[in-house]
């Protein structure tokens, strides 16, 4: 590993804050040259805000740039990528039915195209997985996918790479190839950033470990130094919010929701869980473990391929209409998207999943329909002058008591919650686990992922914990802790 | 003041500017003919209403009305009963509209493609079927559908407001109607509560064909004779109309009633043109421009909304 | 390379099946002469197909072709029977077509219309100003000098064969050896990667619009010599033609997938249906119907095997 004086990249306390919402706070990195420096945390401890600052798609409220220990201005992608700084985000910027070359090339076409070839192919030479450059992206699988990003990442002379979890779609084999890219590219004297999750490949790759925790360092090691024990405690620690409490149920009642072997299109496989009538049921996992395709899956979704879903006892039949005839709720986590109809009413969303239960002869009457509306405005506390008000007005709060407000109208006694509280003010998260509260006391049932630990361990009797996209563990109320559950959520061993 | 009293203030605005352009506007005689042929418009734009409001689009409508009339033409000719004319007409249209709302549910085929594929096979079928003839004179009692009075007013004018009050009550006053605003205004949140999207629009497409059936069989009594093509030119008009009266194209929100003042615009529009004597053949252009005008006033609304949310 | 590789398409089957039915149904379809009618009939339809490849690749649509068609041979007749020269009134009609084109382009890029109704309304716009410029009636009196054209041949090509293979070896090498066709291919397939590596994506996708205009004008050149006289709705429902052949010719709605020599295999495909349905004097209208069949069919079978 070559070490210049000055470290290649170095960002200095660089502190981010979205609409009230701390994302990091006073964050310092920095990485050599031929260094790979991986950068460790749970969901929303900061890590993809602090890639996202350091290739310019957002702007720091305060901090500053250093490369080659010169002080540097990023205010646009353009100008981090001037300054040899690329990004592999987990989506790949990458046209389908374009060749390779192209590809690589995209905006920066040469009139030779048989010199962009030739460069093309020798570029992806060096990193050690040569191939046809006239090949179609579409027709190549996501490992090659990833190096080509790799090698246009290159072409435009990047001296610093971040990756974004790299391999969360790669094969045990495709991995191995990776590393020893990335060893290559360390010989090359580029620095590495790379965000993970999977402990194993921490200590096998990583010269350095930044631990990020709440938007802040929480630490800086060196693996050798380290253990997989001391970076789970470093990761976890978040103060639980005192604002809410709960009585834990003593009594679970029947089994409300059980799947068995449920397998299904969006890649959840094998998984088994029970929920009962009284309890709220917590879903941990990283990001990428397969949580919100379980939901989907159990709530009809997506389709399922295998195994079988019991609704207090009985099978239920595929399809969200029948879900929700049944009386199932799915709040999602896009709610803006798949939660509301934004240019509709207050008054239009809290009805349409209750059409055929409050009006079951099919006719639409309003003054029983402002009626129903009002009553749910009123036991929610859903802030709004008027039922008429557009949905898309509303905090983020507000919109996810209407989602829930939904439900409760439709009569849904098994409600399916993704990420409950994301996007929410302190106040209506307290609101909306109180109100969870009550429902399960007088006998309803809760299933929740949520990505918040502290949550999961405050609010849930039980939690099942997924890893690549099935169950791997069940912790009962006396095991859940977070470090527990990041224990079973993440890779190693 | 809500956009369904400036469209009406944009009627009145429109007829105090022709009562001043040309003396023969204010006649009830004119103001009679402004509203049949209005009717005729919105009979068709209703059904292509509600595909609108699901976020859909029936480009067939012009050419289902033109093989439905001819159909029921020729039955009522073949067998003599005005009602299996009637009959056959409004099955053909609901005919077509099953078929497209198959094609876009089923084959999950864009309704552009679908309904503009199956545009040109209904022509074909109606060019080929009538072989260049034109059949005309049928009794009476049939004209009376469409050149007749009752209570003083053009049957048509009639079975527009009779339209309307049908329409308006299924989409405000039943649950399939919100049903399909909710479809309209966003399908993936409207099928993750449970509602049959498929079903409903496959609903929507049927209802457009029986209304364009309809509006062939009404056309037909007031032409008094039938020929392929006949619906070509009201496509156009039946869009426009559509969105003038603040439909949006892209779902969820709208009325019927404004596709009714969307149609009455448009048709005193022409009018107007007819009056002061401008050629119809400047006709397409000027429906070509207001119809851009109110897709370009929708879009760049919907632009808006969307930056403020 | 981005191109012209894949496994022999079903269209190239459909074809090859189309040609022995109506070859086995009578002598005078595999003639010469007839052969040579199809050649000719197809080099318009192809001149418009071509660019709505590029405008189906991005996800879009142009209705408003063949009423752009019409108009842009309306105004090249009555420039030739006003007694201009014939490179001017080329020009005008090619300005025209143009000018139409930008305007789709900048209502469907910039001002963010779906494409149908833009297109649509255009359509309008360009038949209405067609009629109203004639009143409905053909333009004659162009005199001999575009007839002529049309009518010579080329080492023994006829002349609209010529033009059509001149317009296809363009765009062949414009989608698949230039920088635009490379932009094509990533505003239909990944337009926020094209951004973000700078590139002005608007602009080039206003040019194909642009361009689909521009095709129009060179189609009224070929129409209008080929009828002799300039008429507005000569070219009514070519566009669905267009659509047509691309779709058939394996071009995907989405993703920037587009396959250029598949779409002269439909249009060929649209030519040789029409023409073998003539030749079996089954009437025009009844062709308009299959050919809307043939669409619905092509897609129904693509649906089917990218479900197995």
């Given amino acids: ?493 | 003041m809500s956009s369904f009293a400036w469209r009406l203030l944009g009627v009145l605005l429109l007829c105090v500017v022709l009562t001043l352009s040309s003396s023969a506007f204010l006649t009830v005689g004119n103001l009679l003919n402004v509203l049949r042929q209005a009717s005729l418009i919105f009979l068709i734009a209703s059904g292509l209403t509600l595909v609108i409001l699901s976020a859909g689009l029936d480009l067939s409508i012009g050419a289902n009305l033109g093989l439905s009339a001819c159909l029921a033409a020729a039955v009522i000719k073949a067998t003599g009963s005005i009602a299996i004319g009637i009959g056959a007409g409004l099955g053909c249209g609901m005919t077509i509209g099953i078929l497209n709302g198959l094609l876009i549910t089923m084959l999950r085929l864009p309704p552009f493609i679908a309904t503009y594929g199956m545009l040109w096979m209904v022509y074909g079928i109606n060019y080929w079927t009538m072989a260049g003839n034109t059949i005309y004179g049928f009794p009476a009692a049939f004209r009376e559908i469409g050149s007749g009075y009752l209570l003083g007013m053009p049957i048509p004018v009639l079975l527009m407001v009779l339209s309307l009050i049908v329409g308006s009550v299924f989409t405000r006053y039943t649950t399939w109607g919100h049903e399909i605003y909710a479809i309209g205004a966003n399908a993936e949140v409207a099928r993750l509560s449970g509602i049959p999207v498929r079903r409903r629009l496959i609903l929507v497409y049927t209802l457009s064909g029986a209304m364009s059936g309809l509006a062939g069989i009404v056309y037909l009594a007031r032409l008094n004779s039938a020929e392929a093509g006949i619906g070509e030119p009201l496509l156009l008009p039946a869009i426009a109309s559509v969105l003038i009266g603040g439909t949006s194209l892209f779902g969820g929100t709208g009325s019927l009633g404004g596709a009714l003042i969307g149609a009455v615009i448009l048709t005193l529009v022409l009018n107007g043109m007819n009056l002061l004597t401008i050629s119809g053949n400047w006709q397409p252009l000027i429906t070509g421009v207001i119809l851009l005008l109110a897709a370009g006033i929708d879009t760049a609304a919907r632009k808006w909304n969307e930056s403020q949310a | 390379m981005a191109s012209a590789r894949r496994r022999i398409p079903g269209i190239a089957w459909l074809l090859a099946v189309l040609v022995l039915f109506f070859s086995a149904f009578g002598t005078r379809f595999a003639s010469a002469p007839n052969l040579i009618n199809i050649g000719n009939q197809s080099s318009i339809l192809l001149l418009l197909a071509l660019p709505m490849t590029l405008i189906i690749m991005t996800e879009g649509l142009d209705l408003s072709m063949g009423a752009v068609l019409g108009l842009s041979g309306v105004v090249l007749a009555l420039l030739l029977a006003d007694g201009h020269a014939l490179p001017m009134a080329l020009a005008a009609a090619l300005g025209v077509g143009t000018l139409f084109g930008l305007a789709n382009g900048v209502l469907i890029v910039a001002l963010g219309m779906p494409p149908f109704v833009a297109t649509l309304g255009m359509l309008g716009v360009a038949q209405g100003i067609a009629l109203a410029m004639t009143d409905g009636q053909s333009v004659g009196g162009i005199g001999s000098a575009l007839p002529g054209i049309y009518a010579s041949r080329w080492m023994g090509i006829p002349f609209a064969i010529v033009v059509a293979l001149l317009a296809y070896a363009t765009f062949h090498f414009l989608l698949y050896h230039t920088r635009v066709g490379t932009y094509v291919f990533a505003i239909g397939g990944n337009r926020e990667a094209l951004m973000l590596a700078g590139v002005p994506a608007n602009r080039y996708h206003v040019l194909i619009y642009a361009i689909g205009g521009l095709m129009a004008g060179a189609g009224a050149f070929l129409l209008t010599g080929r009828m002799s006289v300039g008429h507005p709705t000569a070219a009514v429902g070519m566009e669905f033609d267009a659509v047509v052949a691309v779709i058939v010719g394996g071009t995907k709605l989405e993703r920037g997938d587009g396959w250029l020599p598949g779409t002269v295999l439909g249009v060929l495909t649209v030519g040789i249906l029409k023409n073998g349905l003539n030749v079996m004097a089954v009437p025009s209208s009844l062709q308009i119907a299959s050919i809307g069949m043939l669409v619905i069919v092509a897609l129904l079978l693509d649906s089917l095997r990218e479900r197995s």
């Avoid at chain 1, 205010?75 to 070359?101: M, N």
């Avoid at chain 1, 409600?415 to 003010?425: A, K, Q, S, V, Y």
């Avoid at chain 1, 007088?442 to 849930?460: D, K, N, R, T, Y």
């Fill in chain 1, 1 to 493: 590993m070559k070490v210049n004086f000055a470290p290649l990249v170095e960002m200095r306390g660089i502190s981010k804050s979205f609409t009230g919402v701390r994302a990091l706070d006073n964050v310092s990195l920095e990485a050599n040259s031929g260094e790979v420096h991986i950068l460790v945390g749970q969901n929303g401890a900061g890590k993809s805000t602090l890639i996202k600052v350091l290739c310019g798609a957002h702007h720091p409220d305060h901090g500053e740039f250093l490369i080659d220990g010169k002080k540097v201005r990023i205010h646009s992608v353009a100008d981090a990528r001037r300054l040899g700084i690329a990004v592999i985000f987990q989506e790949f910027s990458l046209v389908p039915f374009l060749d390779v070359a192209q590809n690589i090339y995209l905006g920066r076409e040469s009139r030779d195209s048989r010199k962009m070839h030739t460069e093309a192919a020798r570029l992806l030479e060096q990193l050690g997985i040569p191939m046809d450059t006239h090949l179609l992206v579409n027709d190549l699988g996501v490992a090659q996918q990833q190096m080509i990003e790799i090698a246009k990442a290159l072409s435009q002379n990047a001296r610093i790479l971040v990756m974004d979890e790299p391999t969360a779609a790669l094969s045990e084999h495709e991995i191995l190839r990776l590393f020893e890219r990335i060893r290559r590219l360390k010989q090359d004297g580029i620095a590495i950033i790379y965000i993970s999750h999977r402990l194993k490949e921490v200590f096998e790759l990583g010269d350095r470990i930044t631990v990020l925790r709440d938007g802040c360092v929480a630490a800086t090691l060196v693996p050798s130094k380290t253990s997989i024990n001391e970076l789970v405690s470093l990761m976890v620690g978040r103060e639980v919010d005192a604002t809410y409490r709960r009585r834990f149920c003593e009594m679970p009642g029947e089994i409300a929701l059980e799947t068995r072997a449920l397998s299904a299109v969006n890649g959840v496989r094998d998984a088994s869980i029970q929920v009962r009538s009284g309890e709220i049921v917590g879903l941990a996992g990283l990001v990428g473990a397969g949580r919100t395709e379980l939901l989907r899956a159990i709530f009809g979704a997506d389709r399922k391929t295998e195994g079988e879903i019991l609704l207090g006892g009985k099978r239920l039949m595929e399809g969200p209409e029948h879900s929700v005839a049944s009386g199932v709720g799915l709040v999602p986590e896009n709610r803006k998207t798949e939660g509301l109809a934004l240019i509709r009413s207050v008054h239009d969303n809290l009805l349409v999943a209750a059409l055929p239960r409050i009006f079951p002869n099919h006719i639409y009457r309003f003054r029983k329909a402002a009626r129903v509306v009002a009553d749910l405005i009123e036991r929610l506390r859903i802030a709004t002058h008027s039922p008429k008000r557009l949905a898309r007005l509303l905090s983020g709060g507000n919109q996810q008591k209407v989602v829930i407000g939904k439900w409760l109208n439709a009569g849904s006694r098994f409600l399916i919650f993704d990420e409950p509280t994301r996007g929410i003010d302190v106040g209506a998260k307290a609101e909306i686990f109180s109100l969870l509260d009550s429902l399960v006391a007088q006998g309803a049932a809760v299933l929740m992922v949520s990505s918040e630990l502290p949550e999961i361990v405050a609010v849930c009797d039980r939690a099942y914990v997924m890893r690549d996209r099935t169950i791997v563990g069940e912790l009962q109320r006396s095991e859940l802790t977070e470090e527990n559950i990041l224990r079973l959520a993440m890779h190693h061993g």
